[in-house]
């Protein structure tokens, strides 16, 4: 299908299905370099399940996803999270004994030892060494670990920076959630999987993290955002590109006010045209 560059995301007729039902049905499409490319679609429709495919949670059972010309659809989860693609969960998936720092090094650690991106100058078991050793290359490695933490702890303004020795517990479920974003950020990731970041938060909370992935884009415009939310007004406010899902497939790739605006879509989350309206009213509040 697409002509692909090396930072394209190709999903390639992509299907899975769990039992009878079928969370993924031909799937085809690709996402470019530096897109933010929001899914929306009812409950059911099959977007967290094309976000665990992504990131090798769940395999696909027919078709293929690259990241360029490689195939990834086979790899383990952490070799793609190797590759530069970096994640947050639906639900909120926190060490709760550890403190706000130690969770985001805790990301940040797969580039210390063993995994990552970052240039290593041994090899496994040379890096193991060099890490209990504590030889000058690791320890550079820390340091610029450590200072990407406090960046990204401090994207989200006095939320997690002043907070970062309370232990993950504590945290209000809004914390929690951008401590996700903070963990899978810190790993400078060259495509981040955002699943419904906003659930959960209240209307200053919404605005609060669009704000942050508003200031994220600016910053890193080569990042590739892949957001699910079924708050409408987040999509319409960050995404470049909306896909909308339901029963598995695609039913509408367009712009998020053209999506958004699309009988199909109108019909897929309300089931009659009728609807249109409360629609409408249901994006503005969303
Ligand atoms: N691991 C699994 N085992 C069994 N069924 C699954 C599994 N993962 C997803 N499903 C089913 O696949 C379908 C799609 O689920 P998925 O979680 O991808 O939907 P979604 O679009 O993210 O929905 P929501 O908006 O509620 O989060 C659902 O019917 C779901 O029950
Ligand atoms: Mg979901």
């Keep these: 299908m697409t002509v692909t560059n090396s930072g394209t995301l190709v999903v390639d007729k992509v299907?899975?299905?769990?039992?009878?039902?079928?969370?993924?049905?031909?799937?085809?499409?690709?996402?470019?370099?530096?897109?933010?490319?929001?899914?929306?679609?009812?409950?059911?429709?099959?977007?967290?399940?094309?976000?665990?495919?992504?990131?090798?949670?769940?395999?696909?059972?027919?078709?293929?996803?690259?990241?360029?010309?490689?195939?990834?659809?086979?790899l383990r989860p952490e070799q793609i999270n190797a590759l530069g693609i970096s994640r947050t969960f639906q639900t909120s998936r926190v060490f709760p004994m550890l403190t706000i720092r130690d969770s985001i090094m805790v990301g940040a650690q797969v580039g210390l030892i063993g995994g990552g991106r970052a240039p290593r100058r041994y090899g496994p078991a040379g890096e193991l060494v060099s890490a209990l050793l504590r030889l000058p290359g690791y320890r550079a490695r820390v340091a610029d670990a450590e200072s990407r933490a406090e960046e990204v702890m401090k994207m989200f303004g006095d939320r997690l920076w002043p907070r970062r020795d309370d232990q993950a517990f504590s945290l209000s479920y809004a914390n929690r959630r951008r401590l996700e974003i903070a963990r899978a950020l810190v790993q400078d990731p060259d495509i981040l999987l955002l699943d419904e970041p906003a659930a959960g938060m209240n209307p200053t909370?919404?605005?609060?993290?669009?704000?942050?992935?508003?200031?994220?884009?600016?910053?890193?415009?080569?990042?590739?955002?892949?957001?699910?939310?079924?708050?409408?007004?987040?999509?319409?406010?960050?995404?470049?590109?909306?896909?909308?899902?339901?029963?598995?497939a695609v039913i509408v790739d367009d712009t998020p006010a053209g999506a958004l605006e699309h009988p199909r879509v109108i019909e897929a989350y309300l089931g009659t045209r009728r609807s249109a309206a409360a629609f409408g009213k249901v994006n503005a509040d969303g």
């Design 205 to 248: 909370e919404t605005a609060e993290l669009a704000e942050v992935l508003a200031e994220l884009r600016s910053r890193r415009p080569g990042m590739t955002i892949v957001m699910v939310e079924h708050k409408l007004q987040v999509v319409r406010q960050l995404a470049e590109r909306c896909i909308v899902m339901a029963q598995g």
């Design 15 to 74: 299907s899975r299905s769990f039992g009878g039902v079928v969370a993924a049905n031909a799937l085809d499409f690709a996402i470019a370099k530096g897109e933010f490319l929001a899914v929306v679609g009812p409950n059911g429709a099959g977007k967290s399940t094309l976000l665990q495919m992504i990131s090798g949670i769940v395999r696909p059972q027919q078709g293929e996803i690259r990241l360029g010309e490689r195939r990834i659809d086979r």
